[in-house]
């Protein structure tokens, strides 16, 4: 057991060692790798924020139902009754004389109201669900326009609809993002441990002939590899989270103009862990490759 | 305990270089294995470590039928020998303790111990003042002094020299005989190949000669046997 700890830690130490043993080109690979996890985790940053922004955007949600001319006290009673049984948000009833004193208030607007021989707005009620979600919305529309001496619902979420249809294909657009650049990362892996299998086979054979394992000859670079790999997640993090510090005060100012409170929200810790942990696995499996094929070449 | 039973080995280019060898060499045993360029002590060299596979007959490593030996339990058994490389195949790239605490850390030694011990190897052959130098500033003789160094520094029990006294001064040959003489005296198993048996024949109470392939003579003797040993070829 300690003499495979040791040994573990030989092989994590000869992968520190060779990484800092060329500095610029490890710079360069980790820059690259580095990019390579930004665009992806950046992509889905984005998403995940535009998808918060319209869940506090469809918050406040409306839906509007217009009672018929003809429609009475009692179908205005009906409604309500309806309403505060159905339990699924707040409302409020803006009847035809409220509705006519407002238009009034609008400017230029006061001697058109003045003109008209009677007032033409129907009683209606304002519904802010508590359930915004798009489907659900739609679901109520429907439900409401079925009552009686209901003569129109309008129904606001037809952008949220499409908003959250264009979100789910960028979602789609970030994952195949990840999945190239998952590639990209394992081929530059391949090839930073391909070079140093060439730089380093006359070590290697040695090594081989005077009784070194397989396992023993991959080890630094699978270490290499991983190490290479986390620490171009740990840039990844880096980059996001500044690119966020960069965005941030522009971004509160749209939404102070939408009267919102948003706020970005960047990678949290457990994100960072997940994505130092991904670029560790993908640089593993790249140097894993590369041994693999490279090493049978020596010896 | 290394015998070889009608041994035989055919490079891939058809050529035969090595046909019908048997011997045994015992635990503790010095020999020599002599022959002219081409007589195929290279070649047994490698059988004995695994580093070639024979095509016909069997070679037996302390009970393990190296014909049959797994891939994997190859490195066990190379950690068996001291291998000092007719090419030495020392690490350039690397100073002189270095290349001696190569073989340590394959058996996953490192540390203070790991160099208290090659240090102690290098002292063995006289180079402990060089252990900063890198090879290419070595002579001759020191790089092979430090090839044997990187041999025995696991303690192997036995020690496998390609030609070590090759392209050496009779002076340096002569240093050099007497480390493995040190060594054969404290029970190493050591089997040295050579082409030139000459003075050799002074240390080693048994001369292997091959040539064109085959066993032409097996000489047992005392060291006034030189001469004899000499002509055995
Ligand atoms: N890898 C190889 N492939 C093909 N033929 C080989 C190979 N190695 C050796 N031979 C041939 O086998 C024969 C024996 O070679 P070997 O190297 O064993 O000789 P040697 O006795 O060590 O010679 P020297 O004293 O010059 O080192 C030679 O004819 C050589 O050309
Ligand atoms: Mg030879």
Redesign the interface.
Known sequence: MN??L??H??ALRDALRRLAASPLNSALSLLVIGIALTLPTAGWVVIENLHEATRSASGIQQISVFMAADAGKRDIGEVESRLRGAKIGTWRFVSRDEALKRMQSLEGMTEVVASLPRNPLPDAFVVEPADARPESLEVLAQTFSGWPKVAHVQLDSAWVKRFDALLRIGKRVVALLALLFAGALVAVTFNTIRLQILAQA??I??????????A?IRRPFQYYGALQGALGGLLAAVLVAAGGYFLAAPVAELAALYGGNFALRGLSPGDTAVLTAAGAALGWLGAQISVSIHLHQIG | MIAASALGKRYSEGLEALKDVSFEIGDGEMVFITGHSGAGKSTLFKLIAAIERPSSGSIVVNGQNLAALSRGAVPYLRRNFGLIFQDQKLLFDRNVLDNVLLPLSIVGQTGKDAIRRARAALDKVGLLARERATPVALSGGEQQRLAIARAVVNRPAVLLADEPTANLDSGSAADILEIFRAFHQVGVTVIISTHDPQWMARLSPRILCLEKGQIKGQMRGTARDRADGGGAR
């Not at chain 1, 054979?205 to 397989?214: H, M, P, W």
């Open positions: 003499a495979w040791a040994q830690l030989a006359a070590e054979e040695v090594s081989k002939l005077i009784g070194a394992t397989d023993f």
